[in-house]
């Protein structure tokens, strides 16, 4: 790679960003700054109609590349500019959406390729309706900041910001430029996520009391893209900083679940532990010479985080996350009520009087073949709608397409986001608050109100007709 390049991922990393592993909670970390501006409240922000969506890419790698091709195939949309650090790689994508157009649409994709700044000028140029981001973590907030700055939406993968105050800057951003800000948690597309939201809607397993959320994902195998891909910076962050340093996947269904910051109940504080860290260095000294950078490394990020999360109304929700055990992939995605408890890995139900065909009483789980009847009864809308399609298309089940499309389709109705920016930034902060946590010997952490208070009055998620 050129000079520019290292220092890019330089830049990226734990090392070259001066990432804070442990956030200062003054009282303007949790209540945020003054506002000297007219604030748009953007928990049910509709932004104007748009007819035909300009799309810009900023990294077109592991995620951003399936984004781009994906949001091509979409009816209304125009991709019209790609910026990436690697030529190749954007040019690739370029090729894709043309493929996925058919043709008639994104004839003319401007690729920005020279250096770490150009996507700035990206941004300055071709004005796009909405930007995606899928860039390395520390760039996020930066990226996403600087987009609505420029008159764009912005659209941001997985964690949003890194740390509370570049989320308060988020929220400000946001409400001041009246652009939204989604973090794209495609998790909360999966068909049984859908499934439970609605059966939680319909009051199928009564008051909910208690979720349980995961992360647990082997990625160890990521450690050998050491000079490009995702574990070229992530194995930094790993070593560094000690914590649940991904924690929306699982939580953000069962936040949704609960209604949490819409109306009904928010998140109060949480409490977190780390395993100790092993796993990464035994990776290493097995896979790569003694003087390897990953063998310099310290490992102080332990292999498995677990956290317990109380809320306002005093329900609770069990947050674990661990990409480095050597064990199958699971979310958990359990929401537990008054009446029954929903679960995932696999799907099952155990609900009071039991499930028609299936179980006679809660004593048993009802699984397989035996939830026909609760799939028939329950089905969400939106799969309903769209299921079809979205597993055609694919990306993960299928559960990426119908982000996307949902994205577009709100853009386009100008309707309300199915997430809105306060949560994304709620849900990423679990990140820095168990890092502070741990770092306390699990002393509770209080999560600030992103939304300055305007939860109470946030209508649910409106996808459940």
Request: proline share 4%; net charge neutral.
């Amino acid at each position: 790679m050129n000079s520019n390049r290292r220092n890019f991922i330089k830049k990226s990393s734990i090392v070259g960003a001066g990432i804070t592993l442990v956030p200062s909670l003054s009282k303007a970390n949790l209540l945020g700054p003054s506002r000297p501006f007219d604030a748009q409240y953007m928990g049910g922000f509709a932004a104007p109609k748009i007819d035909k969506v300009r799309f810009a890419f900023i990294g077109v790698g592991a995620r951003g590349s399936g984004h781009a091709k994906q949001i091509a195939a979409i009816e209304g949309t125009e991709v019209v500019a790609i910026s990436d650090l690697y030529e190749d790689l954007a040019q690739r994508s370029a090729d894709a959406c043309k493929e996925a157009g058919k043709g008639q649409r994104h004839k003319k994709i401007k690729l920005y390729t020279n250096g770490e700044e150009d996507w700035k000028k990206m941004l300055k140029e071709q004005k796009p309706d909405a930007v995606i981001i899928a860039t390395p973590w520390k760039l996020h907030a930066p990226m996403a900041i600087e987009a609505m700055n420029s008159g764009s939406h912005a659209f941001v993968e997985v964690p949003l910001a890194l740390t509370i105050d570049e989320m308060w800057q988020i929220v400000d951003t946001s409400e001041k430029t009246k652009k939204h800000c989604m973090m794209m948690e495609n998790v909360n597309y999966g068909r049984e996520e859908l499934l439970y939201l609605n059966m939680c809607r319909q009051g199928v397993i009564g008051e909910l009391l208690h979720g349980e959320a995961a992360y647990i994902h082997e990625l160890r195998s990521q450690m050998n893209e050491v000079e490009r891909g995702t574990g070229s910076w992530r194995t930094y962050h790993y070593a560094k900083r000690n914590g649940n340093l991904y924690p929306t996947h699982g939580l953000g269904p069962v936040a949704q679940y609960m209604n949490l910051a819409r109306g009904e109940d928010n998140f109060k504080f949480i409490n977190s532990f780390s395993s100790p860290a092993k796993g990464r260095k035994l990776y290493a000294e097995k896979n790569f010479p003694a003087d390897h950078q990953w063998n310099e490394l310290d490992y102080k990020g332990g292999d498995i985080s677990t956290s317990i999360i109380k809320t306002d109304l005093g329900r609770t929700i069990m947050v674990q996350w661990d990409e480095t055990s050597p064990r199958p992939y699971n979310r958990l995605n359990l929401i537990q009520g008054t009446k029954g408890t929903l679960a995932g890995f696999p799907t099952r139900m155990a609900i009071e009087g039991g499930i028609e065909g299936a179980t006679e009483d809660h004593h048993q789980w009802a699984e397989g073949d035996g939830l026909a009847k609760i799939y028939e009864k329950y089905e969400h809308p939106l799969y309903k709608r769209l299921g079809e399609l979205a597993v055609k298309m694919g990306g993960h089940g299928g559960m990426d397409f119908m982000m996307l499309y949902r994205i577009v389709e709100c853009l386009r109705n100008g309707e309300p986001l199915d997430q809105n920016m306060y949560e994304g930034c709620l849900w990423s902060a679990v990140a820095p608050l168990s890092e502070a946590s741990v770092a306390a010997n699990g002393a509770p952490q209080e999560f600030p109100d992103f939304t300055r208070g305007n939860w109470k009055s946030t209508d649910e998620l409106a996808v459940v007709e």
